[in-house]
């Protein structure tokens, strides 16, 4: 079992940067495959980034493709996702999430954690 944390959501203005963090308990955080995902307000949870269990591997979501990039460090069981050039359709609670099946649907992925809000004014 891992538990997940987020941090480094927050208000920023159209065309800026945020960084988020998942600092993730336990041993094993180098055998699951990590994902972030977004909801916002009165949406579906969505698909945003996934990497490997070794980090060289990543796919990411047409929308944020170019913009997001996902990383993570094995040494400090943290998953990043880099956000750029943020719009205002990004607003939304970020999550992070642990699996074994790499992929864009929620369903492949039993471990969240609570949710980091990002906001991008226009």
């Known amino acids: 079992q891992v538990q997940l944390v987020e941090s480094g959501g927050g208000l920023v203005q159209a065309g800026g940067s945020l960084r988020l963090s998942c600092a993730a308990s336990?041993?094993?955080?180098?055998?699951?495959?990590m994902g972030w995902f977004r909801q916002a307000p009165g949406k579906e949870r969505e698909f945003v980034a996934v990497v490997n269990w070794r980090g060289d591997s990543t796919y990411h979501a047409d929308s944020v493709k170019g913009r997001f990039t996902i990383s993570r460090d094995n040494a400090k069981n943290t998953v990043y996702l880099q956000m750029n050039s943020l719009k205002p359709e990004d607003t939304a609670v970020y999550y992070c999430?642990?699996?074994?099946?790499?992929?864009?649907?929620?369903?492949?992925?039993?471990?969240w954690g609570q949710g980091t809000q990002v906001t991008v004014s226009s």
């Open positions: 336990g041993r094993t955080f180098s055998s699951y495959v």
């Open positions: 999430a642990a699996g074994w099946i790499a992929g864009p649907s929620t369903s492949s992925y039993p471990y």
